[in-house]
């Protein structure tokens, strides 16, 4: 399996802004769709963005128009922007691939992002 490791998360007031980066490792990046997800405690991780390998994107209701999915084959990583956060966006994000996340990839240790005041 490959390995994947986010980063960027923090604590951020609402309304404000924070870029996420998941750099992944040991298998080839440029042949999977990939997506971020986000958890919190007591419930399941839920997909909030997706981008295919050629870069057609798809987002969530909650996150449409706020959040951007990106991705660097070159560095073999994928970003979110995420702009006008909210309190409701708090969770650990995480990076994996869109189709049966943690078969090729494990799962990394995720990223806290907390938004609040």
């Known amino acids: 399996q490959g390995q994947l490791v986010e980063s960027g998360g923090g604590l951020v007031q609402p309304g404000g802004s924070l870029r996420l980066s998941c750099a992944a490792s040991?298998?080839?990046?440029?042949?999977?769709?990939m997506g971020w997800y986000r958890q919190t405690p007591g419930n399941q991780r839920e997909l909030v963005a997706a981008?295919?390998?050629?870069?057609?994107?798809n987002y969530a209701d909650a996150v449409k128009g706020r959040f951007t999915i990106s991705r660097d084959n070159a560095k073999n990583t994928v970003y979110l922007q995420m702009n006008s956060l909210k309190p409701e966006d708090t969770a650990v994000y995480y990076c994996?691939?869109?189709?049966?996340?943690?078969?090729?990839?494990?799962w990394g240790q995720g990223t806290q992002v907390t938004v609040s005041s």
């Open positions: 994996n691939t869109r189709t049966f996340p943690g078969r090729d990839y494990t």
């Open positions: 040991g298998r080839p990046f440029s042949d999977y769709d």
């Open positions: 981008i295919t390998t050629r870069g057609k994107t």
